[in-house]
């Protein structure tokens, strides 16, 4: 089960979490071409271990495991699905 990555994190962008992903899941980081145009960060679903150590690392608690996304936020998971098969 991956986890996903839901609207705290639009225009934060505070990449704690990549520097803590022991499987280099998240994306776009800060040195990748599509970074300023993201409006997010995304865990990629196919790659995403589900260690959680993101989820005490990104400091607008915008990091959830996908069967924990609160009702409001549900729609991310599609969101970064949909990143990923882009």
């Known amino acids: 089960m991956p986890h996903i990555i839901t609207e705290p994190c639009?225009?934060?962008?505070?990449?704690?979490?990549?520097?803590v992903c022991p499987v280099d899941c998240i994306h776009p980081k800060k040195d990748e071409g599509t970074f300023a145009d993201a409006t997010?960060?995304?865990?990629d679903p196919d790659t995403c271990i589900d260690c959680g150590?993101?989820?005490?690392?990104?400091?607008?608690?915008?990091i959830f495991p996908e069967d924990d996304v609160p009702a409001e936020w549900k729609k991310y998971i599609e969101v970064n699905a949909i990143h990923y098969k882009s």
Do not use: F, R
């Open 40 to 43: 997010q960060l995304y865990i």
């Open 10 to 19: 639009i225009g934060t962008k505070d990449t704690s979490c990549v520097a």
């Open 53 to 62: 150590l993101c989820v005490d690392e990104c400091p607008v608690k915008a």
